[in-house]
């Protein structure tokens, strides 16, 4: 907005068109935050090792394709070696029955609560709505629970939240890639995007609200298999409010 008012909107739209895109600032805060020498070959390692899962999860060919080409400009060797390695990814290592030592650690996330973390870094406007409804205890992955424990913070700052500096605030590699992961996830149509926040908030009360169950149903067996009455009375209780909550 301020911009905007000083110098105008097509000053905006150039700097849109200037700025670094996610995967060249991650690489680069990657190389700064580990002080690696990219010059020297266990440096390219590294960074190869660390770059090429996250090139993996890009679906767009194009753009994959643009990544492999920056990544072996950055490491300094011919683009073809590097377009190698990433076809490895995948491959198993036979005499060991272990995968590749570059292939990308897999997230066990919830594809809902990414979806839901990919909108709110979109759009500023849904963390208010979504901190209304949901905490972050509700996100069953702790590391996104982590992140969505950091957006509610800065909103209630009213601070405004931009990918590039929000990942600052993790010094853990695996929740910043997380973070890029749920970027790279398909885009979601503006007409659509109310009823899907949404429905992924009622999915997530749904499946928080299932494991409660779940809980208190084993607390409940262990109290009648030692026999403690008062701790099965109340146990029953709050089993028969969630009951209720459901049917709500």
Do not use: W
């Amino acid at each position: 907005d301020n911009i905007v008012r000083k110098f105008g909107i097509e000053k905006l739209h150039q700097i849109i068109r200037e700025a670094e895109d996610l995967f060249c600032y991650q690489l680069k805060t990657f190389i700064h935050k580990n002080q690696i020498n990219k010059n020297q070959l266990a440096g390219k390692e590294r960074i190869k090792s660390q770059m090429l899962p996250i090139i993996k999860k890009v679906q767009d060919q194009i753009l994959r394709g643009e990544y492999i080409k920056k990544l072996a400009e950055e490491l300094g060797v011919n683009e073809q070696f590097v377009l190698d390695e990433y076809n490895k990814l995948k491959e198993i290592n036979k005499s060991s029955g272990q995968e590749s030592y570059l292939t990308p650690k897999k997230h066990q996330t919830n594809p809902t609560e990414n979806l839901l973390v990919k909108l709110m870094l979109e759009e500023n406007e849904l963390i208010d709505q979504i901190k209304d409804q949901l905490s972050p205890g509700d996100f069953q992955d702790t590391r996104l629970s982590r992140v969505v424990e950091a957006m509610f913070e800065l909103a209630n700052n009213g601070k405004t939240i931009e990918v590039k500096r929000f990942l600052t605030n993790f010094k853990d590699s695996d929740i910043s890639n997380l973070i890029c992961e749920s970027t790279f996830l398909p885009q979601v149509n503006n007409e659509d995007r109310s009823s899907i926040v949404n429905d992924c908030i009622k999915r997530i009360k749904l499946r928080r609200l299932n494991l409660k169950k779940e809980q208190l149903h084993n607390r409940i067996k262990n109290a009648q298999a030692c026999g403690d009455h008062d701790s099965l009375k109340s146990l029953m209780e709050e089993f028969t409010s969630l009951i209720k909550r459901e049917v709500k």
